[in-house]
């Protein structure tokens, strides 16, 4: 059974949800909603909640002046390799490791 998108994204918390701006080629400004699935300590993994799932990471480039990058993931064992090392972070207070809870979503609703 699926879930409608919207009603999921009402009940996820804020910090496990944001949105993505980008421009068409044409230069016209878009939104796509996006889950966080996986966190390192310096580093998030967003998937775009599109037809097309795009990965989109959050990376801390410096911690003292909150200096952030995002970057659309382009190759696949790069995804990996976030997913796998937040897994070996494991689950701490809820802030570091897989959000299963939202690949569960990501899986049940493609």
Do not use: C, W
Not at 14 to 27: L, S
Not at 53 to 66: F, G, K, P, Q
Not at 80 to 85: A, F
């Amino acid at each position: 059974m699926s879930l409608d998108p919207a009603t999921f994204l009402r009940h996820t918390a804020e910090t496990e949800k944001t949105i993505i701006h980008t421009r068409t080629a044409a230069g016209d400004p878009e939104q796509h909603d996006a889950l966080l699935i996986a966190q390192t300590y310096h580093q998030k993994l967003f998937v775009t909640l599109e037809t097309r799932r795009r990965y989109v990471t959050h990376t801390i480039v410096d911690e003292a002046s909150d200096e952030v990058e995002l970057d659309f993931v382009q190759d696949y064992e790069e995804v990996e390799t976030l997913l796998e090392d937040a897994g070996l972070y494991g689950r701490h207070e809820g802030e570091v490791g897989v959000l299963y809870h939202n690949l569960l979503f990501l899986l049940m609703n493609p």
